[in-house]
């Protein structure tokens, strides 16, 4: 019999997914070892996409708040635009925009760990998005806090498990039947 009142499976995956801990692996999609050697191979794709990225690094970026300004109030952005001089604490704003753009472009896995001491934001940390495994919940979407919803895979292990709450995983072209984006 089928429950009335059961939210729907968002995709049909299959059982056990979360026991699979090679990235990409079980969702039909290549494998991130071949979208980078698809992006280093072929000319064209390397020419498109220092293109693309130079084009977005050669825009002018400026710091703004959000939002309605409340009269009688100053809008603080010195902190975050400091932070955003080197985003990771070793890289400047151009070069970690570099790296961002080259994982979106190739893999589409862009995970950023925001490095949070005594409350304060300290760096925005770029992640190799191919050592990121997202898990999901019964219905197959990313589970909510304190339960792990990334599980990050070194030398085909499983290492550390993040909330959403604590790992950026941000693919661009995200699809309904898989956690993984499409490179562009």
Known sequence: TVLEDE???????????????????GFGVLPFAVLRALAQSSKEIRLNIELIKRTVRGLEWKIVPKGKLVEGYQVV??????????????HDFDSWVNQL???????????????????????????????????????????????????QVLYGMPATHY?????????????????YGESP
Do not use: C, M, W
């Open 7 to 25: 939210p729907p499976r968002i995709f049909e995956y299959q059982p056990g997914v979360n026991l699979v801990t090679v990235p990409r692996a």
């Open 77 to 90: 952005t010195d902190p975050v635009i400091r932070l955003f001089e080197q985003p990771d604490g070793v």
């Open 101 to 151: 753009l080259e994982t979106l472009l190739t893999i589409d896995a862009v995970t950023i760990y925001p490095d949070i001491q005594d409350g304060k934001l300290i760096s925005l940390d770029l992640i190799d998005g191919a050592t990121i495994r997202p898990l999901l919940d019964l219905r197959g979407r990313l589970p909510r806090p304190p339960q792990p919803a990334y599980l």
């Open 163 to 179: 909330s959403v709450d604590r790992l950026i995983y941000a693919p661009l072209n995200s699809k309904t039947h898989t956690p």
